[in-house]
């Protein structure tokens, strides 16, 4: 059974800095990752979506990795922003039968502070 | 491009009532997704339906059902609500082209408060 696990629970970072979220899954055998965002009591917003053949997605000031062997993706976010404050889910869609399903993890809540 | 919509926004409703949420996916976006996030659980798979047909549900009682309507349209149904089913519901979308890559796009949520 996929487990997703999402490390810090929650970040406080001031402005400027660079920072990473770490995700990691227990089942290597995976479609794809994405990255979304969220904000209080709102739908997702997807980031990034990398491809299990894929080692890594970039968009903008967000950079995602995936190592599939090792069951660990990162979100690195570059100079951030009082904006950037929310919480910040992975999911992966698993390989093999006709699920079609995201398996989330718990996210991780980050404060940046002007 | 309009994104996917859900309708009501919030919905309050007794212990033992019936709700009833409602989704239209991306135009053109023939598979609809049902999750649930309810507090200090994180976000659960609940439905999926494609081409109209029930693909997958999660583990859930059969209290949760619903349907897709000809235009892909969906319909979420909570039977015999109880308090622990005060949730947000999101619904997603994805392509037929990108069915099997896993690309969904979320709408904003139905919050479904039971008292």
């Known amino acids: 059974k996929q487990e997703v696990t999402q490390i810090p629970a929650a970040l406080s970072v001031p402005e400027g800095e660079n920072l990473v979220l770490n995700c990691s899954f227990t089942?290597?055998?995976?479609?794809?990752l994405q990255w979304f965002r969220q904000d209080p009591g709102k739908g997702l917003t997807s980031l990034l979506l990398?491809?299990?053949?894929?080692r890594e997605q970039t968009s903008g000031r967000l950079n995602a990795s995936l190592d599939k062997s090792s069951g660990r993706s990162t979100l690195y976010i570059a100079a951030s922003q009082p904006g950037d404050s929310a919480t910040y889910l992975c999911?992966?869609?698993?390989?093999?039968?006709?699920?079609?399903?995201?398996?989330f993890g718990t996210g991780t809540l980050l404060a940046v502070q002007p | 491009e309009a994104g996917v919509t859900q309708s009501p926004t919030h919905l309050i409703k007794t212990r033992g009532q019936q709700a009833t949420l409602r989704c239209s996916p991306i135009?053109?976006?023939?598979?609809v997704y049902w999750y649930q996030q309810a507090l200090g659980l994180g976000l659960q798979f609940l439905l999926w339906?494609?081409?109209?047909?029930?693909?997958n549900r999660g583990n859930f009682p059969p209290r949760f059902s619903g349907r897709q309507f000809p235009n892909y349209s969906s319909e979420l149904n909570v039977n015999a609500l109880e308090l622990e089913d005060s949730a947000l519901y999101l619904c997603?979308?994805?392509?037929?082209?990108?069915?099997?890559?896993?690309?969904?796009?979320f709408g904003p949520g139905t919050r479904l408060t039971v008292t």
């Open positions: 997603a979308s994805s392509s037929r082209d990108t069915l099997w890559d896993g690309e969904q796009y």
């Open positions: 089942d290597s055998a995976i479609y794809n």
């Open positions: 990398i491809q299990s053949s894929q």
């Open positions: 999911a992966v869609s698993n390989y093999g039968g006709a699920t079609n399903k995201l398996i």
């Open positions: 135009s053109g976006h023939t598979s």
């Open positions: 339906y494609d081409e109209g047909e029930e693909r």
